[in-house]
């Protein structure tokens, strides 16, 4: 198949090509797009055949269920069996938003977009594009983030091409996402409000506007594998770079040490090394590979550039990765629930 790639401003949207990119999705095809978190790859989700194109596309495992992007709060009414007092409340805060609830689903949600399972996630992306494509196509759109299942989420449309070109019917190039890791996904089906995966929006944050304690599935917090998160794809070591990974966590100036030292043993092994660093500690290491992730100052360009890196390590054929570790005031779970899985749980304490 040839993927057409088209480029769309998001202050000056061209009609007739979105238009053209919502009829693919209303004809069952898949078509990638730009959200404020990472690329999604798009196709009818009350449409069966689309939903098995997107697992065959990204090679994702069909028990790995998709979420559902809607453009206004009446399409989770329309989905979902009975609509929570809770979701309404975050739906009024925090959408369009970075945010993904899961609701009991209704009959019109077919099990091949859920994975088998009768609950539904649900988002309203907060981006021009995407909400544009939704309306335009006249459907609901199903879409996880637009990579090969197993490799960094796509931060840019170049990214998707990577992993998809041939595989889809259109590329919507939307220039860089904004936030650069998925949403927070919270779970409405439980006693208690459950976060499945951590994202921008903090359980703290969620909890505020609920009025109740919001809790924090076991399953993601455990390292080893004693329990199952609920969020199917949880349970995956995605996100993670072709090369072994490691991070680094301690007092500053000890970890800048380490990292130098074990980058040293392995540059010594002849084995290509890049270290993960900030602006602030960048001039400090010696490998011949140096990438800064962003500032501490700034935790939103950590995010925003954690799989960029990850990626541009790949096309390095970089062999093995020392990162600095981020547990950043507000989203820093967010940020090392990502880089954990990438390290695979290989930490060194110093
Ligand atoms: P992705 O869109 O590729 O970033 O992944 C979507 C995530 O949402 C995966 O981790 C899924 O397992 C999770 N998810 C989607 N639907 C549900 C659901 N009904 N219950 C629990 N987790 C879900
Ligand atoms: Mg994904």
């Not at 970075?98 to 992306?125: D, F, H, S, W």
């Not at 500032?295 to 990850?310: G, N």
Request: some cysteine; proline content about 6%.
């Amino acid at each position: 198949m040839n993927t057409k790639v088209i480029k769309i401003d998001s202050d000056n949207i061209d009609e007739k090509s979105m238009q053209e990119a919502g009829d693919l999705i209303a004809a069952g095809e898949l078509v990638a797009f730009p959200t404020e978190t990472v690329y999604g790859l798009g196709g009818d989700a009350l449409d069966p055949k689309a939903a098995e194109k997107i697992y065959k596309a990204k090679g994702r495992p069909s028990d790995n269920p998709l979420i559902v992007h809607i453009s206004k709060f009446e399409d989770l009414e329309y989905i979902a069996k009975d609509v929570p007092a809770s979701a309404r409340k975050l739906a009024d805060k925090f959408w369009p938003g970075p945010l993904t609830m899961i609701v009991q689903k209704n009959e019109k949600v077919p099990y091949a977009t859920t994975g088998g399972m009768e609950t539904v996630a649900i988002r309203m992306p907060n981006s021009k594009i995407a909400l544009d494509l939704i309306r335009k196509s006249g459907k609901l759109i199903a879409a996880p983030s637009a990579n090969t299942s197993g490799r960094p989420s796509p931060t840019e449309a170049h990214h998707v091409a990577e992993d998809l070109d041939g595989k889809i019917a259109m590329i919507v190039d939307g220039g860089s996402v904004g936030i650069g890791i998925e949403s927070t996904i919270v779970d409405l089906t439980e006693k208690k409000p459950m976060i499945l995966r951590p994202g921008y929006i903090t359980p703290e944050m969620l909890s505020e506007v609920l009025g109740e304690e919001v809790v924090i599935d076991p399953g993601i917090i455990a390292a080893d594998d004693t329990k199952k998160p609920k969020a199917p794809g949880m349970k995956y070591k995605h996100y993670a770079p072709k090369a072994s990974m490691i991070l680094v966590e301690g007092e500053q100036s000890k970890v800048i040490n380490k990292i130098n030292e074990l980058a040293d043993e392995k540059s010594k092994d002849g084995k290509k090394v890049a270290v993960i660093a900030t602006e602030e500690t960048k001039s400090m290491y010696r490998t011949d590979v140096i990438l800064s992730i962003g500032s501490r100052q700034d935790e939103d360009s950590i995010a925003r550039h954690l799989y960029k890196i990850l990626r541009e390590c790949d096309d390095m054929d970089v062999e093995a990765i020392y990162s600095e570790s981020f547990k950043t005031p507000r989203i820093g779970n967010a940020i090392m629930n990502r880089l954990l899985k990438a390290a695979g749980h290989q930490v060194i304490h110093v």
